[in-house]
Structures are given as structure tokens and as C-alpha cells.
């Protein structure tokens, strides 16, 4: 065996290894790495009241509604299978609406997600408005897939 | 395959090659960043619900891609270096290390500014900012690491093994938004599902991202030219200090 053939056994060996080191890591640590639980996640996992989490899901559409004071909203998280109703008292993004995907941050106290923080999140569809109001009208539009 | 490899690593023949061939590449490089940003800025519509926010795509997406591709390259050309011991790999791992970082530091900035208006925030840690968080230190250690050798072999035998060793970070990269939940969105192209990008937007994209390429190959060959004639240079001098 020649030094070179020798050396590049000895790299790929290495990577494999490495490889195989790497994903054992990341399959160990999964459940730290995501950034957000969905409804039905974060229900079955019996999260303690003063655990914050981050919630994600769509907004479920009729369940915007305010608050009396004018600024609180509320409005429920689903993926579809759960819904967990969310107030929060702030900012919302601009790409905060009905059936749109959001990430609240924040505790779940007594079946209510009290948000300290909204985030939008959007899908990989790019399309220009008029296609959307095409596809919507011969009624081939999906609605966004879960986030 | 050596064979060949050992032809190209020839430095005088690269001159001569890189020296013919880096016109066309400059070239090709303005001609696709015109033509790329005419149509991603004037020539395409706004989003159904970006709106033109959505035209910092045509710029973040290529850079991100770049960033992954020049490191490849990096690794690459690492393994290269050594497994066959070639210097000219050597130096083109050691020239692509900082226009990746610029890549990378586009991608990370216009993503920044992405993300305030549309997610409602600049940063998150979540698992995708994260990983290219990463990919921009690996670049900027491999910078570090080459040049913290008094004998540039040396630095350079350790480089090679750092960017072998983090390129273990780009597929994270790449696949961070389908193995875990993220805030960042999946992948609108791939190679197996049908594009989720209209041809009006897929369009100024890939003309942006040819630009990208070009540049990179542009720059690439500029680099290592250089690098090529200051080792040159350097084993001059040592050759005349000695006599």
C-alpha cells in the first residue's frame, strides 16, 4: 500500500468516524434542539406553569378576538390535531393573521399560553399576488401547510 | 484521476490557464449581476405576502449558497492537499477560507434584516441561524489556525484538517430546517419536490445565483494566482538569503 493510498484511507476513515460521532450527538440532544414545541407536543408533555417554552403553530382562523383593554389579543395555536388559546399584550409582527404559522414565547398557565413574545413564521411559497388570487379562484389554492 | 489532478497542479501551467481563462469569468461575473439584479430589483413581482421584502432573497439566498459551496471547495481541496500532498490545494483552500466568510457574513446580515420585518425579530438560536452562526467561526478559526504557524506547511497541514473536520457543519446547515423545528422556513428548491417558487421569482434567483458562482470562481482564481506568485516570491528569497 502505497503512503498516499494509505493516507486517504486513513481521511475517509476519519469523516466516517466523525460522521458517525456527530449524528449520535445530535439524535442524543434532539429534544433540546428544536426551537419550538407544537399543541399537541407541548399538551402531552405536561410542561410545569413557571417552564417557559416556545409555541408553534397556525393561528387558528376565527379565533382573533381583543380584549377588553384594547390591547391584549387572543387567539389559539392548532397544529391541527390540538389548539392551545395564547394572550399576549404587544407588538405583533406584520405577518401576524388568521391560518398564518407564529411562534409564541412565553408559559402555559392553566391551559392558556401567556405570550411575552409573537413571532410570524412564513412557508417556502413565493408567488406574486395575482397568481395567488388565479390559483384561489379556480380553487387549486392550499391553504399553508403545517409550519 | 491523479493523472490528471497532477497536470493541473502545475503551477506554471495554472498560471497560464487561470491567466486565459479569468477574463471570461470577470466578464461573465458583470454580465450575470446585471442582468440578476435588473430583474430581482425592476423585472419581478412583489410577494402575495412578503410583498418587495421579498427582494433580499435574491441577494441572501445565493450568498448562503456560496457560503456552503466555498466551503466544499475548501474541504475539498483540503483532502486533496492531504491525501496527494499538492501545494497549488493548499492554496486554493487557503484562498477560498475568506471569501466564504464573505459570503457568509452577506447571508448572516441580509438574513438579519430579512427577519426584523418579516418574523419580528433579528436573531433567534434556532437551529439554522445557529449553524451557519458556526460555519462563519469555522471560517474565521481556519483563517486563524493558517496563520499561527511561523512554517506555513505546517499551518497549512493543520488548516486542512479543521476544514475537513468542519465540513461536517454544512449538511447541518443545509438540512437544520428539516430535522428539527426552526423559525427559518424549509428549502423552496429541491431536487426532488416540485419548486414552491413561482418562475417569475425562481427566474431573477437563479440568474442571481449564477452570479454568485461566477463571482466566486472570479475571485478564486484572483486569489490564488496571487498566492501562487508570493510562495514563489518567498522561496526566492530564502534562496538567495541562503547563497
Known amino acids: 500500500?502505497?503512503?498516499?493510498?494509505?493516507r486517504l484511507y486513513?481521511?475517509?476513515?476519519?469523516?466516517?468516524?466523525?460522521?458517525?460521532?456527530?449524528?449520535?450527538?445530535?439524535?442524543?440532544?434532539?429534544?433540546?434542539?428544536?426551537f419550538f414545541y407544537g399543541p399537541s407536543e407541548a399538551l402531552a408533555k405536561s410542561l410545569s406553569p413557571d417552564q417557559r417554552f416556545r409555541l408553534g403553530g397556525l393561528v387558528e382562523p376565527g379565533s382573533l378576538g381583543k380584549a377588553g383593554d384594547g390591547v391584549t389579543v387572543t387567539f389559539k395555536v392548532t397544529d391541527g390535531a390540538a389548539a392551545i388559546p395564547v394572550r399576549y399584550a404587544g407588538i405583533l409582527?406584520?405577518?401576524?393573521?388568521?391560518?398564518?404559522?407564529?411562534i409564541a414565547e412565553g408559559r402555559l398557565l392553566q391551559g392558556t399560553f401567556e405570550a411575552r413574545n409573537v413571532l410570524a413564521k412564513h412557508d417556502e411559497?413565493?408567488?406574486?399576488?395575482?397568481?395567488?388570487?388565479?390559483?384561489?379562484?379556480?380553487?387549486?389554492?392550499q391553504a399553508e401547510s403545517k409550519p | 484521476m491523479?493523472?490528471?489532478l497532477h497536470r493541473f497542479a502545475n503551477p506554471a501551467r495554472f498560471q497560464r490557464l487561470s491567466q486565459a481563462v479569468l477574463p471570461w469569468f470577470a466578464g461573465g461575473t458583470v454580465i450575470a449581476f446585471v442582468i440578476g439584479l435588473y430583474l430581482a430589483l425592476f423585472g419581478s413581482p412583489p410577494d402575495y405576502q412578503q410583498g418587495e421584502t421579498v427582494r433580499i432573497m435574491y441577494v441572501h439566498v445565493p450568498a448562503a449558497w456560496m457560503a456552503l459551496g466555498a466551503y466544499t471547495t475548501m474541504a475539498l481541496a483540503s483532502a486533496v492537499a492531504l491525501i496527494w500532498r499538492h501545494r497549488l490545494a493548499d492554496l486554493v483552500a487557503q484562498s477560498a477560507a475568506p471569501i466564504g466568510a464573505g459570503f457568509t457574513v452577506i447571508a448572516l446580515a441580509t438574513g438579519m434584516l430579512w427577519g426584523q420585518p418579516m418574523w419580528g425579530t433579528f436573531w433567534v438560536w434556532d437551529a439554522?441561524?445557529?449553524s451557519v452562526l458556526v460555519l462563519l467561526f469555522?471560517?474565521?478559526g481556519y483563517i486563524a489556525l493558517i496563520n499561527a504557524f511561523d512554517d506555513p506547511e505546517r499551518g497549512a497541514r493543520a488548516g486542512a484538517i479543521l476544514a475537513l473536520v468542519g465540513w461536517i457543519n454544512v449538511p447541518i446547515?443545509?438540512?437544520s430546517v428539516d430535522w428539527w423545528n426552526t423559525l427559518h422556513q424549509p428549502a423552496s428548491i429541491s431536487r426532488f419536490a416540485k419548486p414552491a417558487l413561482h418562475p417569475s421569482i425562481m427566474t431573477p434567483l437563479l440568474v442571481m445565483a449564477i452570479a454568485f458562482m461566477l463571482l466566486f470562481a472570479t475571485l478564486l482564481l484572483l486569489r490564488v494566482r496571487t498566492a501562487t506568485v508570493e510562495q514563489r516570491l518567498r522561496t526566492l528569497a530564502m534562496a538567495r538569503a541562503r547563497s
Do not use: C, H, I
Request: aromatic share 8%.
Open chain 2, 173 to 175: 446547515v443545509k438540512f
Open chain 1, 93 to 102: 409582527p406584520d405577518l401576524f393573521r388568521e391560518g398564518q404559522g407564529v
Open chain 2, 2 to 4: 491523479t493523472g490528471s
Open chain 1, 10 to 34: 486513513a481521511v475517509t476513515a476519519g469523516m466516517l468516524l466523525l460522521a458517525a460521532a456527530v449524528g449520535l450527538v445530535l439524535n442524543a440532544f434532539r429534544d433540546s434542539l428544536v
Open chain 1, 125 to 141: 411559497k413565493y408567488m406574486p399576488p395575482e397568481v395567488v388570487e388565479a390559483l384561489k379562484k379556480s380553487g387549486q389554492w
Open chain 2, 128 to 130: 439554522r441561524l445557529t
Open chain 2, 138 to 140: 469555522l471560517y474565521l
Open chain 1, 1 to 6: 500500500m502505497t503512503r498516499k493510498r494509505r
